[in-house]
């Protein structure tokens, strides 16, 4: 929270840090023991797989899914593919939050990740792979990257004892499986 914000992203930004700055004043005026999480990307079942309003490993799932059943030889996605991204399955961040209820009592916000990174390039490449889609995959520069990158330094919660339980390629799978399961309801 020391640089500049990023244009597109300067809203959400703000937004978070309206949230934070209120946890710490209500902590101190009204002695309240609550605390600041901020999650990294969050992805897993029941996740906005929409493709015009949804994130970008929700939306990869929902684009190569719908490419294998449509059998289309290739996928367009967004930007480059080189902008980076950290990503945190749902269950992780649900267990993230319960032990920081237990084991966290300050005012500072704790960023809740992995604190490993992948480009928007492995990602889709990895969600191709357990779609089983074969075809190629177009870039279209025209659209944003976005920020160039965002990861988060977890090393307070690490200190703690907490770490994520269900790596990126082993959440991809289980989500892409929930996603087949419940396509009619997912699809929305």
């Given amino acids: 929270m020391s640089g500049p914000l990023e244009v597109t992203n300067s809203a959400y930004a703000v937004a978070k840090i309206a949230g934070i700055e209120g ?7 009204f002695r309240r023991k609550w ?9 897993g079942p ?30 367009t996605l967004w930007g480059t593919g080189e902008a980076k991204r950290e990503f945190l399955h749902s269950k992780d961040l649900a267990r993230a939050i319960l032990f920081a209820l237990d084991n966290y009592d300050e005012d500072n916000h704790l960023n809740v990740g992995t604190g ?9 490449i990895m969600v191709a792979r357990f779609t089983n889609f074969q075809g190629g995959l177009i870039w279209d520069s025209s659209k ?16 703690l004892g907490w770490r994520p339980q ?23």
């Avoid at 600041?36 to 990307?41: C, D, E, F, K, R």
């Avoid at 976005?146 to 330094?153: Q, Y």
Wanted: aromatic residues 6%; glycine residues 4%; charged residues 25%.
């Fill in 23 to 29: 946890i710490k004043s209500y902590r101190k005026q």
């Fill in 35 to 43: 605390i600041s999480l901020m999650p990294t990307n969050v992805y």
């Fill in 46 to 75: 029941r996740d906005n797989f929409n493709l015009e309003t949804g994130h970008v490993l929700p939306s990869l799932v929902n684009r190569f899914t719908s490419a294998v059943a449509s059998k289309s030889k290739d996928v």
């Fill in 116 to 124: 490993v990174d992948v480009s928007i390039k492995e990602l889709a």
């Fill in 144 to 159: 944003p990257d976005g920020t160039p990158r965002k990861v988060l330094d977890v090393s307070r919660l690490k200190a």
């Fill in 166 to 188: 269900i790596n990126l390629e082993q959440g991809i799978e289980s989500t892409i499986k929930w996603f087949g399961e419940n396509e009619s309801v997912a699809r929305v």
